[in-house]
């Protein structure tokens, strides 16, 4: 309580934006003295971050550091500004990736981006940390990836689990075997949904897996340790599960992911991921029990999150205002299809324009006018399998 007590008082005097919030709600920092008084303090909902940002350039007042002063600023989908202002593990994804086995000795593809958006950088820190060396592969290029993994004898991957299956696909189809040519022995996935068929696929193929949980504001907030249930709940952090309407903490059922960072420089106090999740029964506190849903409009696609708000800007823009979009998983990999009402045609850089924005890339489908219902959502999740609950 000392150590947070110290990053409010820090946050109220060096980000305008925190000040703000407490102020509005009547509060000073001497009115948070335990843990339990954190629920005075107002949820800084995540989906209200690009109008509060677009009000207060670039942070929305919640850094206590100049921009200048930072070493990296990102851009998320939103748009969000993300800020790292420090360069060693800044998202303290090292606790989880020890857990799972990396470390020094280790060559560790890393295929999350590298651009704008903070992911790449995020574990590329943390294994740096770890002493691992690291390949900064990014997103696609399936061959490349896989010729790169045979060749440096890559030991480790961090990614998706749909990319992954399609770079074991790929290796099948090369004819390479896991643990001759290929020597691939441990995995890290985080952003999507691990189904259980991956997972043994993985395991068959003489890979470990573990899992984790995160976000782009926050860092690791949770972990997979084999050691009990769900997820266990990263130590760097304030983790609450709390009502998404009253933001009181819950301790039965699910609730919003809400997190307090010990971080002087961009202290996030009481932040809502948009996430949902529950306390494994017994485990209240310490072990979550995966995401199991998002509060808002906010869709997850191929680790991305897409918004209904994003999409109508985009496509009003374009000339497009009726459409819908749809996501599917099809054999373990998600996609999405916007099906679009027009009298005249689509215009073929549209795809382009569209995942500039979402950072995926739609299917496009023209449809007859009329056929989408003026009432009916105009982003729509029908992946139908089910979350792992545990």
């Excluded at 677009?54 to 851009?75: H, L, T, W």
């Excluded at 800020?83 to 890393?110: H, Y």
């Excluded at 045609?345 to 569209?354: A, F, M």
Aim: hydrophobic content about 35%; aromatic content about 8%; some cysteine.
């Amino acid at each position: 309580m000392e150590e947070l007590k110290e990053v409010i008082h820090h946050a109220y005097n060096n980000a305008s934006g925190f000040k703000r919030r407490l102020e509005d709600a009547c509060i000073s920092p001497d009115d948070i003295q335990t843990l339990k008084d954190l629920e005075k303090i107002p949820v800084l909902k995540k989906d209200r971050l690009p109008e509060l940002q677009s009000a207060d350039q670039p942070f929305g007042g919640f850094a206590a550091v100049k921009p200048n002063e930072m070493e990296r600023i990102f851009m998320s989908p939103g748009p969000i500004y993300d800020p790292q202002t420090t360069g060693k593990d800044f998202w303290r994804f090292s606790e989880a990736l020890k857990k799972a086995g990396f470390g020094e000795g280790d060559i560790v593809q890393n295929t999350f981006s590298y651009h704008l958006s903070p992911a790449g950088f995020m574990f590329d820190s943390a294994l740096r940390e770890l002493g691992a060396t690291v390949i900064p592969a990014g997103t696609g290029n399936r061959e490349l990836q896989i010729q790169i993994m045979k060749d440096v004898r890559v030991t480790g991957y961090v990614g998706t689990p749909s990319f992954f299956s399609l770079l074991l696909d790929a290796l099948e189809e090369k004819g390479w075997e896991a643990g001759k040519d290929v020597v691939v022995n441990k995995a890290f996935f985080t952003a999507e949904m691990l189904t259980e068929q991956m997972r043994k696929r993985c395991e068959d193929n003489g890979i470990s897996v573990y899992e984790g949980y995160g976000t782009a504001d926050c860092g690791c907030l949770a972990y997979e340790d084999k050691s009990g249930p769900g997820l266990r709940i990263t130590d760097s952090a304030v983790v609450q599960i709390c009502d998404p309407q009253t933001g009181s903490e819950v301790t039965d059922g699910e609730g919003e992911v809400v997190v307090t960072l010990f971080d002087k420089s961009y202290p996030l106090i009481r932040f809502g991921t948009g996430d949902l999740s529950r306390w494994v029964k017994g485990y209240e506190g310490k072990r979550i029990a995966g995401v199991l849903g998002r509060v808002s409009d906010g869709i997850k696609v191929k680790g991305m999150f897409v918004r209904e708000k994003q999409l109508a800007q985009v496509l009003n823009e374009a000339g497009y205002p009726v459409f819908q979009a749809v996501v599917t998983n099809e054999q373990g990999h998600d996609q999405i299809k916007i099906f679009i009402e027009s009298e005249e045609g689509l215009n073929p850089e549209l795809s382009s324009k569209i995942q500039n924005v979402i950072r995926v890339k739609p299917t496009l489908e023209l449809i007859a006018s009329g056929s989408i219902k003026k009432d009916e959502k105009k982003l729509v999740d029908k992946r139908n399998y089910e979350l792992k609950r545990v």
